[in-house]
Structure formats: C-alpha cells, structure tokens
C-alpha cells in the first residue's frame, strides 16, 4: 500500500515511522510512506500557503491553489488502482477500527494535512473524505495521518508477528473492548498486597480460558 502525506512540515513525522512495525512493513515492501512540502507547489518568492479569511475572524486559512497543484500531481493516474484522498480536519468522520478496515483494503491514500485556522472549503471538490481523529483540536492534521497509517498499516497481511494480534484486539468487533492480558511472573507484590494472575489461565484448558476471556471482553462506555 502507498501512502502520501501532504504537509508543511514534510520531514516532522520521520522518526516515528522509522521504528517497530511500520519500519518492518517497509522494510517488507508492504507498505510505503512518501512525503511531500506544500510549499514545493507554490509560485511566490515566499512560498505562501495561506492567507487571511474572507469575511474575517482570527487565524490564517489554507490557500487552495497549492493544494490543488499539489494533489493534482501526487494523485495516481491509474484508474485500476483503489485510491482515497483524505483531508486531516476536525470536522470530519470520527475514525474507527472499522474504517481502518476498510481503508486496508486500498492500493493508496493521499493525506492533505491541515494547518492554521482551517483549509479553503473549496478542498472538497478535490478529495474523496474528511477525517478527524477524534473531537478535539489538534495544531495539524499530521498526527492524525501518522494514526491512520499506524492502525491500517496493523491490519496488513504479514504486518504483525502474529496474524491473530490483529484479530484478537480491541474494536475488532465494534464496541468491544480486549479482555484482561497477563504475563510472568505469576504473583507480583504491589505495595505490600500480592496479585495474582488468575488461575484459568494457568489451567491449560482451552475451553474454559476462552470462556474467560469472552466473560472479561468489555462493551466500550
């Protein structure tokens, strides 16, 4: 899968994507992470990318030009391919584990990553969705990009060590939250008081521990 993110900070999420399962997924050619500076799609000596709001009001607003240079060059030409392009905004539809699999399913996603007050809503002739990461504000859309990738990327066949990880986790189903995980030592002493882990899960009965595990699955609040 092919993964393009544009930003005016082209290099700010570079360390993050060079580490544990994201930099094996690119490592095994799964997956591939391209960024792109705004700015290189501007015209003015200053390499402007926004501007005042018509009508007024505080803050800056992403110019469309750029953008639309921009994604008119980034976006794949071929038409076989399953592609989304994706802008980064508070106002958009809540991601969930849900759309990360379906977005799984893609060859490509453009993300445009919005900065300042907001982006010239004319964007939206020119990409396919508006995704926001949750309802809070954030001072730039490319952590939301970074989440999007990292929770795609994780549902990839040969992403994970162990394909069942992906299956087996919270929000697989919607709602449901993974049941309790424990690991050695079996009886650890906090404070004074020792806790044990529980007793089914030391059994060897397959049975009665997904029993269990079924039991502890929490519905999300």
């Known amino acids: 899968m092919n993964f393009k993110i544009l930003t005016i900070f082209p290099e700010i999420l ?31 000596k200053h390499k402007t990318v926004d501007d005042t709001p018509y009508g007024g009001g505080a803050g800056m607003v992403m110019k469309i030009e750029p953008l639309y240079k921009a994604l008119k060059s980034l976006k794949s030409k071929d038409q076989r391919l399953k592609a989304k392009t994706v ?10 584990q849900q759309l990360a ?43 939301g990009a970074a989440i999007m990738i990292d929770s795609i990327t994780r549902l990839l066949p040969g992403a994970l060590g162990n394909a069942e990880s992906a299956i087996q986790e919270s929000h697989s189903v919607p709602g449901v939250l993974e049941y309790p995980q424990y690991t050695r030592p079996e009886v650890f002493e906090i404070d004074g008081k020792k806790h044990r882990v529980p007793k089914v899960l030391l059994s060897g009965n397959h049975a009665e521990i997904e029993k269990w595990r079924k039991e502890k699955s929490k519905m999300k609040k």
């Open 87 to 96: 802008l980064l905004s508070a106002k958009g539809k809540t991601w969930n």
């Open 101 to 143: 699999q379906k977005y799984s399913k893609l060859d490509e996603v453009v993300f445009v990553c919005g900065r300042y007050e907001g982006v010239d809503e004319r964007i939206k002739k020119i990409i396919d969705e508006e995704i926001s990461i949750g309802d809070y504000v954030l001072t730039g859309g490319e952590l």
């Open 14 to 44: 570079d360390s993050y994507f060079s580490e544990s399962i994201i930099k094996r997924a690119q490592d095994k050619d799964l997956i591939k992470i391209q960024t792109y500076g705004l700015r290189d799609w501007t015209t003015d």
